[in-house]
């Protein structure tokens, strides 16, 4: 198995790409404790019950799970575990 590491001392954009960079959203995923959620947000639609409450993920996060299952990123355990969250907020990202 191959291992890398990823740090902003190496990074050959650092400075000019650091605003589309992942790493810190990962790191946070990783590192932070996870916060408590809300009462009923991101809950198990009423139809969805059992030990995995969620949404099915659509093609395009499979593809995403998948790319950080075969990047060692997650195991092939816990990207079975994925599920997807409605949002009731209207927020728009750009880049």
């Known amino acids: 198995m191959t291992t890398t590491t990823i740090d902003c001392d190496t990074c050959p954009v650092r400075g000019r790409h650091c605003g589309d960079c992942f790493v810190p959203v990962l790191a946070r995923l990783w590192l932070e404790d996870p916060a408590p959620r809300e009462q009923g947000r991101g809950a198990a639609a009423p139809d969805q019950d059992g030990p995995f409450p969620g949404l099915p993920l659509d ?37």
């Open 59 to 95: 093609s395009d996060e499979l593809a995403a799970v998948s790319a950080f299952v075969r990047a060692g990123l997650v195991s092939p355990e816990e990207a079975d575990l994925a599920r997807a969250e409605t949002a009731t907020s209207h927020r728009v990202a750009t880049g």
